[in-house]
C-alpha cells in the first residue's frame, strides 16, 4: 500500500522560506516520478515541480528559480525547498507519486493528504 505524508507547511511572511517533506512508502517501482501539485481555493490543482528516478527536474514557471524539488532515496522522502515565497504561492500542497512525469493531475495515481502553506504580504 502506497503511503505519502507531508509536512513543513506552514504561515511565512512574503520573501520567506519553507521546506516540505513528503515521506513515501510502499512503492516498489524502479522507475517512478515523484511531485509537488497545489491547490489555492476556488482553483484547479496544478504542478509545482517533479523529479523523477534519474533526478531529471520540471519546474512550473511559477516555481523556477525559487523553488528547489530533491529527494533523498536512502530516506524515501521527497522535498520542495521554497524561497522567496510570494502570497500566491499560498495553497494546499500534495505529495503525489506515478509511474512517470504526467503533466495532469489526474494521471497520478497516489496523492498525499497534503500540507497548508499560507504566505501574508
Known amino acids: 500500500q502506497v503511503q505519502l505524508v507531508e509536512s513543513g507547511g506552514g504561515s511565512v511572511q512574503a520573501g520567506g522560506s519553507l521546506r516540505l517533506s513528503c515521506a513515501a512508502s510502499?512503492?516498489?517501482?524502479?522507475?517512478?516520478?515523484m511531485g509537488w501539485f497545489r491547490q489555492a481555493p476556488g482553483k484547479e490543482r496544478e504542478g509545482v515541480a517533479t523529479?523523477?528516478?534519474?533526478?531529471?527536474?520540471t519546474y512550473a514557471d511559477s516555481a523556477k528559480g525559487r523553488f528547489t524539488i530533491s529527494k533523498d532515496n536512502a530516506e524515501n522522502t521527497l522535498y520542495l525547498q521554497m524561497n522567496s515565497l510570494k502570497p500566491e504561492d499560498t495553497a494546499m500542497y500534495y505529495c503525489?507519486?506515478?509511474?512517470?512525469?504526467?503533466?495532469?493531475?489526474?494521471?497520478?495515481?497516489?496523492w498525499g493528504q497534503g500540507t497548508q502553506v499560507t504566505v501574508s504580504s
Open positions: 523529479i523523477d528516478s534519474n533526478n531529471s527536474t
Open positions: 503525489v507519486v506515478g509511474r512517470r512525469c504526467y503533466t495532469r493531475a489526474a494521471d497520478f495515481p497516489y
Open positions: 510502499g512503492y516498489a517501482y524502479r522507475r517512478y516520478c
